[in-house]
């Protein structure tokens, strides 16, 4: 007999393994249930591990070939395309593949979880009949009796209902149905989010004629089954929602599915309110908040085609369609969509591997689009549809651009300008609300004139130089390039040169002295690590039981409080001097996200940024929003320091709890990777201490690879990782690889 010989990837993660396939004989019992995609428990040494069919063969590796100890699944979880992609990104990640299986289905350990079904019981005899017995039986038997009267009241119910409401027992009910009077069944009930939830009508809007032609442009491309991305650069609140709708409408018309991903799991509920409301239950959503019940049927759901829309964050991605129409991916320029762990997958490049697949596009929603998708679309590889308009000519509100330089030269050392200062007391007069913004990451130091606003950079990598007080040294974090304090500003030659940091909650302390009657909410990191309580904080906003709310980027993206008539950024240069290459981009990005918090309603409104750098490209483009401005800039920064699109990275991160041998062991790594990289063009930085050098315990180190040939490091880092992993002993220390890296911290 032919394929006698499953392939199965085990879940245990050590060098070698985990990535590997093992035969396993199926035993006959088993040969009708063992698909591609099926779990499976298979002896390994003397465990008994969790494994995944990969595939078949008719002649085993080896000669001692052990057998299958049982099957999970009665249907495959996973479908041959998901597969597939698993494949693929193992490889192009350099991930175990079953750490990509883990990651693709998130009930990978729940080999337990089974449909749930419940007994549901309905009268077996005309009403007429029934309550004749219930009549006569009231003495004798007044259980059987409530359990009739119920029943011809209610109709089928589920048997626990009944026995609460009848308060009678599990022998009443038998009693009845041994005389033939009730039907007892299973049905099966779906565990879902949305149970209780009741979701108001969601009409359909007429498009304006730029969206009606940005729907045309895409519904070209479905027409013709194209593959590939689309970037939809519509400025915020251009009404790309409604657009993805209508095309979504007429994907599903078209009896396919669609796939929508939004950057955080906290922007889902919106987005399924405007999906539910227009849509219903073909709509659903897949996330980690949802039990693993939940989760279960709802997967299930997808797979048998009972849904045709999926909303989430990344890992939604891997939704389980087989017949996918469209793929949306909203506010594509976020950095949520690549993961930070392993597998360090980028959803969007899943989404385009899966199109391609499909044949369908991947429609990139942004209203600041990331550098890298912008490129592609003007090198013709992607296409590209523009709005610049909002919906109804709705203005985007002014931004003013305030300079801490002449605030100190007027001698105000606080953190509020007098003009931020004016305009909240106003608007908390006027009863309207005000945004206070502040970027989360404060903690990386960084000197600035305050006369002048220069601030030091490496002349190599030209990112911003990171003050380390201890030793009193500005270091690069690329490069490892050092540098003592200057005495005097580089720039100017005054010497009122010091070092920026500062938090949400010195903001909050600040805005309680000077308004000491406002309501103040404040939303950070910290505030939030509650259950639930970010939604709580945005619900207490929305509904106007606050004035002021302070936070970090989570308030930056996607809700819309239309009494918002002051945004507030306390300090532009916590952004702008990240060490990361792409903190220009980012910085443009924040400012144009939180701009578009206000305005959004009659009421108008405006925003304030604070900053030492008011002539900054990022800061004057998103001024006057204009992304064209920031772009050429940013692309011939770029070009001059060869950062992608104009070269590609693999970054390879060295961590352990000891500091010591670290940049021993990285300096290993990288005399081995020079060896590897012999014949092929590519410049190494580093290795150095990470901007982070030590989180949770952990201290960290890295290295950054860029060149043109990417197959040329793809193979290269991925042979010494290899090679070092299996030279290496000490199970401490870790080396990680990460491909096109977006986190550089
Ligand atoms: P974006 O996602 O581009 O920032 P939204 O989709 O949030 O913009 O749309 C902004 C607002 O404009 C929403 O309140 C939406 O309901 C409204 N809107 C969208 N399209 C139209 C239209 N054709 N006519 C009237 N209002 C619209
Ligand atoms: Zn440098």
Redesign the pocket.
């Known amino acids: 007999m032919d394929n006698l010989y499953a392939r199965v990837v085990v879940d245990l993660w050590a060098p070698g393994i985990g990535d590997r396939y093992f035969h396993y004989l199926i035993p006959s019992k088993y040969i009708s249930q063992v698909r591609e995609g099926t779990r499976v428990m298979v002896p390994f040494g003397n465990r008994k591990l969790l494994g995944f069919v990969m595939g078949f063969d008719s002649t085993p590796d080896v000669d001692k070939v052990k057998e299958i100890i049982s099957v999970v699944d009665q249907i495959p979880l996973l479908t041959r395309e998901l597969l597939d992609l698993a494949r693929w990104i193992s490889s192009f990640y350099i991930s175990p593949l079953v750490e990509v299986l883990k990651a693709i289905l998130p009930n990978f350990y729940a080999t337990t979880i089974k449909a749930k079904e419940i007994t549901v019981v309905k009268l077996a005899v005309s009403d007429e009949e029934a309550g004749k017995y219930a009549a006569v039986n009231r003495k004798r038997a007044p259980r059987q009796s409530r359990i009739l009267d119920i029943l011809l009241k209610g109709g089928e119910m589920s048997l626990k209902d009944l026995l609460n409401l009848s308060q009678a027992g599990r022998q009443s009910v038998k009693a009845l149905q041994g005389k033939n009077l009730l039907d007892l069944s299973n049905k099966r009930v779906i565990r879902g989010p949305f149970e209780d939830k009741l979701f108001g009508l969601n009409p359909r809007?007429?498009?304006?004629p730029k969206?009606e032609e940005v729907l045309t442009g895409i519904k070209n491309h479905l027409q013709r089954g194209l593959s590939g991305n689309i970037l939809l650069h519509?400025?915020?609140?251009?009404?790309?929602?409604?657009?993805y709708l209508q095309v979504i409408e007429e994907v599903v018309k078209g009896g396919k599915e669609a796939l929508v991903l939004v950057p955080e799991i906290s922007l889902t509920p919106q987005m399924v309110k405007w999906f539910r409301g227009r849509f219903g239950s073909l709509v659903t959503v897949l996330h980690s908040r949802l039990s693993q019940g939940e989760r279960y049927d709802q997967w299930c759901r997808i797979r048998q085609g009972e849904i045709k829309i999926v909303i989430g964050p990344r890992s939604a991605v891997f939704a389980p369609f087989s017949n996918l129409g469209i793929i949306i991916i909203?506010e594509e320029h976020e950095t949520t969509y690549k993961q930070e762990e392993s597998p360090r997958y980028d959803a969007r490049d899943a989404a385009k591997r899966r199109s391609c697949f499909f044949s369908c596009p991947v429609v990139l929603?942004s209203?600041t689009p990331s550098v890298e998708a912008y490129y592609r679309a003007q090198e013709g590889e992607d296409m590209l549809l523009s709005?610049r308009d909002?919906?109804?000519k709705r203005p985007l509100p002014p931004v003013e651009v305030i300079d801490l330089k002449e605030e100190i030269n007027r001698g105000n050392r606080t953190l509020f300008s007098k003009k931020l200062y004016e305009s909240i007391k106003i608007t908390l007069q006027k009863k309207q609300q005000v945004i206070l913004f502040l970027n989360r990451r404060g903690f990386a130091t960084f000197l600035v004139c305050r006369e002048c606003g220069y601030v030091l950079r490496c002349s190599h990598c030209s990112i911003t130089l990171t003050y380390h007080a201890n030793q009193e040294l500005l270091k690069c974090h690329y490069c490892h390039q050092e540098k003592g304090v200057p005495e005097a500003c580089p720039g100017c030659g005054g010497n009122y040169i010091r070092f920026l940091g500062l938090g949400t909650q010195r903001v909050e302390k600040g805005v309680r002295d000077l308004f000491p009657q406002a309501r103040i909410l404040r939303m950070d990191v910290d505030a939030t690590t509650r259950k639930g309580s970010h939604l709580d904080i945005f619900k207490t906003f929305q509904r106007g039981d606050a004035d002021i709310l302070i936070g970090t980027q989570m308030i930056a993206k996607g809700f819309?409080f239309p009494r918002v008539t002051l945004v507030g950024v306390i300090l532009a240069d916590t952004a702008l001097n990240l060490p990361d290459f792409r903190a220009g981009e980012r910085t443009f990005q924040l400012l144009t996200q939180v701009a578009?918090r206000t305005g959004?309603s009659s009421l108008g409104g405006k925003v304030i940024v604070q900053t030492f750098n008011p002539e900054h490209y990022s800061i004057m483009a998103a001024k006057k929003h204009d992304y064209q401005a920031f772009y050429q800039e940013e692309l011939r920064l770029r070009e001059q320091f060869q950062y992608p699109p104009y070269n590609q990275l693999v970054r390879v991160g060295f961590s352990s709890v000891s500091e010591n041998n670290l940049s021993q062991k990285a300096g290993e790594f990288k005399g081995m990777l020079m060896e590897s990289l012999k014949g092929i063009k590519a410049e190494v930085l580093g290795p150095c201490p990470c901007p982070l050098s030590k989180i949770r315990g952990r201290y960290r180190w890295h290295l950054v690879i860029k060149s043109k040939d990417f197959s040329g490091i793809h193979r290269a880092s991925r042979q010494v990782w290899e090679e070092f992993y299996k030279g290496s002993r000490n199970k401490d220390f870790r080396v990680i690889l990460d491909i096109n890296p977006i986190n550089m911290l």
């Open positions: 809007l007429k498009l304006n969206q519509g400025v915020t609140g251009s009404g790309k929602t409604e657009i909203d929603g209203a709005i909002r919906v109804e819309d578009g959004r």
